[in-house]
């Protein structure tokens, strides 16, 4: 098993930034794929950006290319998402995920551990 816990949400004026972290325990020794994903009311949840744990090779939505970085800290096993020039429909509980696999992984449906998440909420 392997336990995932989010931080760093919180409220931001648009055109603000906020870094996401995921710290994971548990059973970690072993190669994850890692990723982040959001939900807003009423919607579905929806990929945002992934990592593979050895490499480092990244993927990202269109919706935040050029806007989120993804990285990830093997040493402390911790996962981030820096999120910069935030727009309000950005706004959404941002998961942090992690499934067995070596290559990346954009398939919600693939991922076999996830965070409680944390809420980002950004104003006009």
């Known amino acids: 098993q392997v336990q995932l816990v989010e931080s760093g949400g919180g409220l931001v004026q648009a055109g603000g930034s906020l870094r996401l972290s995921c710290a994971a325990s548990?059973?970690?020794?072993?190669?994850?794929?890692m990723g982040w994903f959001r939900q807003a009311p009423g919607k579905e949840r929806v990929f945002v950006a992934a990592?593979?744990?050895?490499?480092?090779?990244?993927h990202y939505a269109d919706s935040v290319k050029g806007r989120f970085t993804i990285s990830r800290d093997n040493a402390k096993n911790t996962l981030y998402l820096q999120m910069n020039s935030l727009k309000p429909e950005d706004t959404a509980v941002y998961y942090c995920?992690?499934?067995?696999?070596?290559?990346?992984?954009?398939?919600?449906?693939?991922?076999?551990?996830w965070g409680q998440g944390t809420q980002v909420t950004v104003s006009s």
């Open positions: 990592i593979r744990w050895v490499g480092g090779t990244t």
């Open positions: 548990g059973r970690t020794a072993g190669t994850y794929a």
């Open positions: 995920a992690a499934a067995l696999e070596t290559k990346i992984v954009i398939n919600r449906r693939s991922y076999d551990y």
